[in-house]
């Protein structure tokens, strides 16, 4: 009963930008259960993939795998605090941000298919 309550309060006390993360994975059990041929659950899946990017707290840079809470200064890394970096990054409504990008992202595919062959 205990764990449950905590575990409870963590979901009510979360901040609004951690509804990011449940958007994304939301996202991809949509299109996974929807009824939909091969072809389209995997365009919707490759518009999925091609968002992580933009509405993660990672990026590539270099050889390597940088984190959005690291800021880069002369010869270090320094940790961002809070919640700070990522409401200018995706705005206060984090849900809002990721299913606007993933809208945004589609559209563009949508509209580059008019240009496939076959």
Known sequence: M????RSLRRKLVRHPV??????VLQIRSSIEQWPCSSKVREFLL????SILEKVGSYFKEGKGIKYRSNKRMPGKYEARQGWEWQCT???TDQ??????T???QLSMMQADTSVWKG
């Open 46 to 49: 490759l518009c999925w993939i």
């Open 2 to 5: 205990l764990a449950e309550s």
């Open 18 to 23: 951690d509804a990011g993360l449940d958007s």
């Open 89 to 91: 990054r995706f705005g």
């Open 95 to 100: 849900r809002k941000f990721v299913l606007q």
């Open 102 to 104: 993933f809208y945004d």
